[in-house]
């Protein structure tokens, strides 16, 4: 993972303002400056794959009498921003904030990162990230928040079903299996996911709706295998809830038929 010092991030953003705003360790505010409306992702958690860039729009508004001059977020996973674990941060494209004049007091503010595995996401980081951020106006006030926003990263899921025999004698056993896995930041692959509460779901052929039938752990492999008992013509599927981590995913059906 590429090492990148919080405190020289921060200082680096700073730099762009007109101002010697103080070091970065809690929240702010120098006169009426304010930042609101902070929206990471379009409001969505960001989830990323285990090999491919994910670019993270964050957007705000900041406001001041004297109109705003200089803006930035920065993105990052610890206790605070100069607590945040090592390479976890990431500071904006071009290093600043895009900022549209509204009116005389208010602007709209956009900045776009990339979150990257190896480059500033291990395993470890998953979960809630924050966004530290600073404002700064043509009149000397600024504003700087720890914590802005919260949101959540996380490890891209994927879930296979597959039943058999096929087709089946009604009454009889259904064995389905499947394998639930997400992304490995560590090492550039998908793993599975052991441990994990996965419901196994019943929909009768010609109907819309699924139906729980039972809910079954992963192995430490992250696969799955049950029985039940085959009643009709119809798709299963397993089901994965999500967590804080981990988004939910749907396993794709698998038709099997019952005969007599």
């Known amino acids: 993972m590429r090492i990148r010092a919080t405190v020289a991030a921060v200082s680096g953003a700073l730099a762009l303002s007109a101002l010697a705003v103080p070091a970065a360790h809690a929240d702010e505010v120098e006169g009426d400056t304010k930042i609101s409306n902070v929206v990471v992702n379009g409001g969505k958690p960001v989830v990323v794959t285990a090999t491919g860039a994910k670019s993270v729009t964050v957007t705000f508004t900041a406001t001041d009498d004297s109109g705003i001059d200089f ?3 920065i993105l990052y996973h610890g206790s605070s921003i100069e607590k945040s674990d090592s390479g976890a941060v990431a500071n904006s494209r071009d290093g600043r904030a895009k900022c549209t004049k509204v009116n005389a007091t208010t602007s709209n503010c956009t900045a776009t990162f990339t979150l990257q595995p190896l480059e500033n996401l291990i395993n470890s980081v998953a979960g809630t990230w924050k966004v530290w951020a600073v404002a700064s106006a043509k009149d000397g006030d600024y504003v700087m928040k720890e914590n802005a926003k919260s949101f959540s990263v996380q490890r891209l899921s994927k879930l296979t079903t597959a039943a058999k025999p096929k087709p089946v004698k009604k009454g009889a056993n259904v064995t389905v299996t499947g394998k639930l896995t997400r992304a490995n930041w560590d090492g ?8 994990q509460a996965v419901k196994l779901q019943f929909k009768k052929k010609g109907t819309t709706t699924y139906k729980t039938l039972k ?3 992963t192995d430490s492999a992250g696969a799955l295998k049950t029985t039940t008992k085959a009643t009709a013509d119809g798709y299963y599927r397993f089901v994965f809830a999500g967590n804080s981590t981990t988004p939910a995913v749907n396993a794709t059906g698998d038709l099997v038929s019952v005969k007599k």
């Open 71 to 73: 803006a930035q977020p």
């Open 188 to 195: 550039g692959k998908y793993s599975g996911y052991s441990g």
């Open 215 to 217: 809910t079954v752990k």
